[in-house]
Nanobody, 123 residues
Framework: QVQLVESGGGLVQAGGSLRPSCAAS????????IGWFRQSPGKEREIVAA????????YYAKSVKGRFTISRDNTKNTVYLQKNNLKPEDTAVYYC????????????????WGQGTQVTVSS
């Protein structure tokens, strides 16, 4: 059974940090690119960051570049998203997703999705 389970969301004040993780099981994790997406009420789901299967290439949305860092540990089937200097506009449900093969910025390319974890940043 394919599973992606996010954890590590929560409530934080502006300027604070969080480090959500995404634990995968049931598929060949080390051959999949992983992306983090977010969605807030009334807005479309958008990509935040993505990482290739090897971790050698990463992508960041302009809105988070310099503040968020994506990383992965293939020995633990886990991807992390270190979030620093959080802003109220970062408030959203964050999802991790898996794309076979190449890194993609399109949600359509991601076959497997987690259930999401809420991140709320207070001003």
């Amino acid at each position: 059974q394919v599973q992606l389970v996010e954890s590590g969301g929560g409530l934080v004040q502006a300027g604070g940090s969080l480090r959500p993780s995404c634990a995968a099981s049931g598929f060949g994790f080390s051959t999949y690119a992983i992306g983090w997406f977010r969605q807030s009420p009334g807005k479309e789901r958008e990509i935040v960051a993505a990482i290739t299967w090897s971790g050698g290439k990463k992508y960041y949305a302009k809105s988070v570049k310099g503040r968020f860092t994506i990383s992965r540990d293939n020995t633990k089937n886990t991807v992390y998203l270190q979030k620093n200097n959080l802003k109220p506009e970062d408030t959203a449900v964050y999802y991790c997703a898996a794309s076979y093969g190449r890194l993609s910025m399109s949600a359509r390319e991601y076959a497997y999705w987690g259930q999401g974890t809420q991140v709320t940043v207070s001003s």
